[in-house]
Every structure is written in structure tokens, then in C-alpha cells.
């Protein structure tokens, strides 16, 4: 029996998987191929290549799913390349629809080998900012002042000022005595920027723009390496922030309204907890309060309220906007119950889906809510 095994890319190690907010650990692509073709991956899980920062929605890969699942009569995989190319391998298949399989093939193993083009350029540039650091820590009195400097001086190559300049990244000056956290080189791109850091970090700053236009929520450090993020809400059309917080996270992710007129944002914070925050954009830009209730602990049944214990998940996260303008939010919640000795006990999940309406009064009213999972554990002496 041939078997396809999906291709995310040449150069790809391990894909990270997150399921119901849960970092679930790092898989070769075909270890998640095999998971995808036994149905294990769900609508709300996120994949993301290890080195990156932007999870990807499982919900983009169904066309992969739907290519694994085209012929299950002989198989649950797809039958080899080298079998499906073959002289006979294209008649058998446009003789059931294969030609549709064979399109979201197509587009399928484009955007999957896109994807590893973008991992591998984003770590030429990690990898030219740590050599761009090397160098300045190795020669002291030296700052890193243009890419023609560095390259007379034999530092970087002729391939670094390419890769610099076909991408407009900014070389900043550094020298032997910028901190860690000094920025390298800022990488911008349509609506983000990321920023390299001397250590070896990396930051970012992002925008989402409304559907109509007038709006765009920005996302960004209040200083490269920092773990306080800026948001605020601009208007667009003059360029001036309209309502500006600050939070404390690494990493957040937004959803506009259709109507360009709410926005709901996921903040994850230092302690790996989801939030969702909710903001009407109009002026003056409006925060809804979250009701109590939506809060995982509140969910949990009365003689499940009991400690010493600890979360491995805790969170409230916007799901999608409703077409009735309605949000949908999920409580998922994680814990390990411990005795005297910090040892485990049991464990418990839940997981409750709500929907949101946002009044007039500047709350989040509660329309209906639904609990999808309560499952109880004793943990394995």
C-alpha cells in the first residue's frame, strides 16, 4: 500500500500543536499527517512551525484533510505521488472528481511549500542578526553602522546585503557594549514589523485593520524585548490613536467584527492565561466588562472548588463573531489537584461555550452558555 505523507515544507523540522488552548508538543509533519488522517485534529486547533511566532488555524489545512479522506475505500492515505503522476494515475482519478482532489493538492503543497519559504527566510534573517552581533561583540570600538560597512570589513557576505535589501530591513547600529535587548535589524512587512534583538530574541508589532477601514488595532512592545504590549485603537484616516492601554503578554491575536464597529482580542499573559478583551471602536473607544461567570474556577461545580491545586490551562478566549453580532467565547479550564506534598491527585477539564451580547451599557450580557466537557481523573499512583 502507497502512502502520501504530507509535505510542509523541505526544510521543516516539527510543527507545535495546540489543542483547546492546551500546548499539546511538537510532531514531524508526518507524525500530524497520520493525526489528520485519523480524524485527531480538530476545527479550533492551531499549528505552528517551532522557531515562529504565528499559530495557524488546523481550519486552513482542511483541504489537506479532504485530499487524505478523497478515496478511503482502499485507504485512509492518498496514494503515492510517483502512482498519482503516472502515465494511468490522472485518468483513474478524473474518472470520480479526482481532478477537484487533484486541484486542492495543488493549492495544498503551494501554500505548504510558501509556508517553509517564509520559515526559512525568517531564520536567514535570525541567523544574519546573531553573525551581525558576533561580530560587533567580537570587535570592540565597532558599530554596525551600515550593511556596506559590515561587508568591506568582512563580516557579512554579499548573500546578507541581498537578503537585506530585497526585504527592507533596517540595519540598526549596535556595538560591543548595547545591551541584549538592543534591536539588530526590523524586518517590516504589510501589517507587522518584527524586531531582532542582540540576545537572540526576537519581538514583533501588528496591526488589524477593520473591514470598513477606519480603524486598525495595533499590537506592539513598548519596547523590542519587552513583555508589556501597547494596544491601542487608530484612525485610520489620520493616523492618531483613538484609545491606547497597556498590557502585560507575549502574545495576542484579534478579531474585527464584520461591521468594523467591535473588536475582540486574545491576550495571552506571563502565566500563560487567556483573556479576551472586547472594544467597541467607536470615539471614545469603549472596554466591555467580562462577566464574572465566564472565568474557568466559576465553572467548576461546588465540591470541585478545592486547593492546593494548579492550572495548566486557564482560559477565556473569543472564538468568532456571530452574524447576529453576538460573540462566542469559550472557558476552558485545566487542573491538577495536589496533596500536602504537591503531588498529584487528580485532575479536571472543562470546557464552556458562551455567547456574548454587547449592550448598550457597556457589558457583555450572557445570551446562552453550554458546557461541552467536565471530566474528572484520579491521577495513577
Known amino acids: 500500500m502507497a502512502v502520501f505523507k504530507f509535505n510542509f515544507g523541505f526544510g521543516a523540522k ?3 500543536l495546540e489543542q483547546q488552548g492546551r500546548f499539546v508538543g511538537s510532531f514531524t509533519p508526518p507524525q500530524l499527517a497520520e493525526m489528520m488522517s485519523r480524524g485527531e485534529l480538530k476545527d479550533g486547533d492551531r ?12 481550519s486552513q489545512l482542511k483541504a489537506a484533510e479532504k485530499v487524505i479522506n478523497f478515496d478511503s475505500r482502499e485507504s485512509p492515505y492518498l496514494p503515492d505521488l510517483s502512482d498519482l503522476f503516472s502515465w494511468r494515475g490522472p485518468i483513474a482519478w478524473l474518472g470520480g472528481g479526482g481532478l477537484m482532489g487533484l486541484l486542492i ?10 509556508w517553509n519559504r517564509s520559515i526559512e527566510q525568517q531564520k536567514n534573517v535570525r541567523d544574519l542578526a546573531a553573525k551581525i552581533a558576533r561580530y560587533v561583540d567580537g570587535h570592540p570600538g565597532t558599530t554596525s553602522s551600515s550593511a556596506d560597512d559590515l561587508r568591506r570589513a568582512g563580516a557579512i557576505i554579499d548573500d546578507d546585503v541581498k537578503l537585506l535589501q530585497s526585504n527592507n530591513i533596517e540595519l540598526r547600529p549596535i556595538n560591543a557594549s548595547s545591551p541584549r535587548d538592543a534591536v539588530v535589524l526590523v524586518w517590516p512587512k504589510t501589517d507587522t514589523t518584527r ?3 542582540k540576545g537572540g530574541d526576537e519581538d514583533y508589532s501588528i496591526r488589524w485593520k477593520a473591514p470598513q477601514g477606519s480603524r486598525v488595532l495595533v499590537n506592539e512592545p513598548q519596547t523590542p524585548g519587552s513583555k508589556t504590549r501597547i494596544l491601542s485603537i487608530v484612525d485610520a484616516s489620520r493616523g492618531s490613536p483613538l484609545w491606547t492601554t497597556k498590557l502585560q503578554g507575549y502574545a495576542m491575536s484579534a478579531m474585527w467584527r464584520k461591521d468594523g464597529r467591535m473588536v475582540a482580542v486574545n491576550n495571552t499573559g506571563p502565566i500563560d492565561q487567556k483573556r479576551v478583551l472586547v472594544l467597541r471602536a467607536s470615539d471614545p473607544v469603549t472596554p466591555f466588562g467580562r462577566p464574572d461567570q465566564l472565568d474557568p474556577w466559576q ?8 486547593t492546593p491545586l494548579r492550572w495548566s490551562s486557564n482560559d477565556v478566549r473569543g472564538e468568532k463573531w456571530l452574524e447576529n453580532g453576538d460573540l462566542e467565547v ?8 495536589l496533596d500536602e506534598n504537591k503531588h498529584p491527585t ?3 477539564m472543562v470546557r464552556v461555550r458562551w455567547v456574548l451580547h454587547p449592550g448598550d451599557d457597556g457589558r457583555l450580557a450572557v445570551v446562552s452558555s453550554q458546557r461541552m466537557a467536565y471530566q474528572k481523573t484520579e491521577a495513577k499512583q
Open 14 to 16: 516539527k510543527i507545535e
Open 47 to 58: 499549528v505552528r512551525p517551532e522557531g515562529t511566532d504565528e499559530w495557524v488555524p488546523y
Open 195 to 197: 524586531y531582532y534583538l
Open 299 to 306: 465553572c467548576l461545580e461546588e465540591a470541585d472548588r478545592k
Open 346 to 348: 487528580g485532575y479536571l
Open 105 to 114: 493538492l495543488g493549492f495544498y503543497v503551494f501554500a505548504m511549500v510558501d
Open 330 to 337: 469559550e472557558s476552558f479550564g485545566n487542573i491538577v489537584y
